[in-house]
């Protein structure tokens, strides 16, 4: 089973505070760094998963004094309303990695019709 781009429909800019993070705080002072970007459907969700080799939060937030994303905190908003709206339960996932963190956002499926 695949999902086809063109059938899917996923809110703008969803994903683009921790594409913005991994690139920011866990990948810029790495040679070889990697950010997977991946979706899949699970149970009617869609699962956006943002992947990165990066230092990991630990170390990120060690080396920096950084305030809290609010990107995080508008995208938590964001899947608050959606909830709201489709009486379902998406939420974000922060998965600390030996190297690196991963980041799932799931969401309701939504099809382009």
């Known amino acids: 089973f695949s999902l086809d781009p063109d059938d899917i429909l996923v809110p703008p800019m969803i994903l683009q505070p921790f594409i913005e993070n991994s690139i920011i705080h866990g990948l810029a002072l790495k040679d070889e ?41 508008i995208t938590k908003s964001r899947i608050e309303i959606i909830n709201k709206i489709k009486n379902t339960e998406g939420d974000i996932k922060i998965i600390d990695k030996t190297k690196g963190t991963k980041i799932e956002v799931s969401l309701p499926m939504q099809l382009a019709y």
């Open 33 to 73: 760094g990697h950010i997977i970007i991946s979706f899949k459907e699970k149970n009617s969700m869609l699962i956006c998963s943002v992947d990165d080799n990066g230092i990991g939060r630990e170390k990120s937030s060690s080396s920096s004094t950084h305030k809290k994303s609010l990107g995080m905190a």
